[in-house]
């Protein structure tokens, strides 16, 4: 693992190392004359749920960033502000936000920031500060489960990451190889179980094939939670060397088991794509593997090969009533076979994903699993526990978007196969078919209000049975600032005018 993270980090880095070579084998965007003005938005959000069931429906709460809660009646407020990216073709982009929600349910009154974050984009490097909702992962953006390592399962958390964002040219290569990748840290801040650990995320991502009509892509992804408070263990390392030990996925710490394996809770995804273009269509097939042991071997090579997450998307923009279509087969039931080790012999299976025996509060930030949601997020557990006590699953997922005449639609369904953890036995075994229908229309007329109204089901053992809807009214819009120019102008008119 180490000698390819070098591999891969060396051939980042030497994307940023050669802006001597930017003549016009190197493709970038980057023009001076861009005279497109900076804007601010504002939005805000309310929402209310009511399920009969003992939760709200699986899609009413999973993939939203946990801004909505678990219970059967809850109700939400947001309000936004902030600038986006609008400066593609600039040397220099920036953008901001801070949104904060109250939400109110059955058991609580609570408030938290979903957004408070600066971002600078220089030349083709960004770096990002603070918290930001983020996806990662070569998954449908819109009607995908989530993607396997990182989803949008989970509230987002404070962190910095420098790196670049978006696929860019590689020198000399005339657009047809493009580069990405990135370096995070950040910070656990829910302390369920280990106080003030952090989080390590680093990935890199090429694609080739440029303007071609078709384009194949690899990602790598290595992340990990080290350092903090154990209650069990007490200082779990927090200076420079642990996090170089954590970088590097070596050996180190305070506890038997990371001097013996590696230091920290290490986890990984390996991405494959392969999107087709042509005319007003795209189709997009991809492939997400897991790993949590070591050596990490290439995605087709790897003990637990029939694990992993495998999809294909369809867009189009011919035919709007249809426009986009995604289907998911997610499986995490092998987990590199039953056994870790059995009489002195070591097997290298019972990966048990998302589990970790000294973060024993595992993949999961604010009892949500950061990765999919398919694997249980501790915060249904019946007992009160922290762990994930369901990581054996077998889902398919189904996804269909569209607009007919102005009424935007998204819905989707799921069926899931629910095992529990390797040796429960059939203890844990049960089934969820989860459907959501979501329509959204926005009325001029009022305000420019945006409304939407969703019904969302969940039917089977593993939640129980429940039927919900959720109602909610939107705002969004730009506040204008006038230039120099512009106010003189409006002087002048008014003057005139009189």
């Not at 819009?477 to 409006?490: A, D, M, Q, V, Y």
């Amino acid at each position: 693992m180490e000698r390819l993270t070098k591999i891969l980090i060396g051939a980042l880095f030497g994307l940023v190392a050669l802006p001597t070579f930017a003549w016009k084998p190197w493709p970038l965007p980057m023009d001076s004359a861009d005279l497109r003005r900076d804007t601010l938005l504002y939005g805000g959000e309310m929402q209310t749920v009511a399920a009969s069931g003992t939760y709200a429906p699986f899609w009413f709460t999973s993939d939203r960033f946990g801004s909505i809660s678990e219970q059967p009646f809850s109700g939400n407020l947001s309000l936004y502000f902030g600038k986006e990216l609008t400066r593609p073709n600039r040397w220099f982009d920036y953008s901001f936000g801070i949104e904060g929600v109250g939400r109110v349910d059955t058991k609580k009154v609570s408030a938290f920031l979903q957004r408070f974050y600066g971002h600078v984009r220089l030349y083709i490097v960004d770096i990002t500060l603070g918290i930001k909702p983020q996806q990662y992962g070569n998954q449908d953006e819109e009607l995908s489960s989530g993607g396997l390592l990182f989803s949008m399962n989970s509230r987002p958390m404070p962190r910095i990451t420098i790196g670049i964002d978006q696929y860019t040219p590689f020198p000399l290569t005339y657009g047809y190889l493009e580069v990405k990748g990135g370096l995070t840290h950040g910070w656990f801040i829910d302390n369920v179980y280990v106080k003030h650990s952090y989080l390590h995320h680093k990935f890199v991502a090429g694609r080739l094939g440029g303007k071609l009509p078709v384009n194949i892509s690899y990602e790598f992804h290595h992340a990990a939670q080290w350092g903090g408070k154990s209650p069990v263990h007490g200082d779990l390392g927090n200076s420079f060397r642990n996090f170089w030990n954590v970088f590097w996925a070596r050996s180190g710490g305070s506890t038997i088991n990371e001097q013996i394996n590696a230091y920290g809770n290490h986890i990984g995804s390996q991405n494959l794509g392969i999107d087709v273009k042509w005319k007003n269509w795209k189709v997009s097939t991809y492939w997400q593997s897991i790993f949590e042991d070591g050596p990490v071997n290439i995605m087709w090579k790897a003990m637990n090969i029939s694990d992993g997450l495998w999809g294909v998307s369809v867009k189009q923009t011919r035919w709007p009533f249809i426009s986009s279509l995604c289907y998911e087969f997610i499986n995490t039931t092998d987990q590199s076979g039953s056994f870790h080790d059995k009489d002195g012999l070591v097997f290298g299976g019972d990966d048990n994903y998302f589990n970790n025996s000294v973060y024993r509060n595992g993949w999961n930030c604010f009892y949500r699993t950061i990765g999919t949601p398919f694997i249980t997020s501790p915060i249904y557990n019946a007992d009160g526990s922290i762990a994930t006590l369901n990581n054996r699953t077998m889902a398919h997922h189904i996804g269909l978007k569209g607009n007919i005449y102005g009424y935007r639609y998204r819905t989707l369904v799921t069926y899931a196969e629910n095992y529990g953890l390797y040796n429960d036995g059939d203890a844990l075994k049960s089934t969820n078919t989860a459907i959501l229908l979501e329509v959204k229309k926005q009325f001029p007329k009022a305000w420019n209000l945006d409304f939407s109204l969703a019904f969302g089901a969940d039917i089977g053992s593993q939640f129980g049975n429940s039927y919900s809807v959720m109602f909610s009214v939107t705002k969004r819009g730009i506040i204008k600032i006038k230039t120099k120019n512009e106010k003189l102008e409006s002087k002048i008119k008014t003057k005139h005018n009189k």
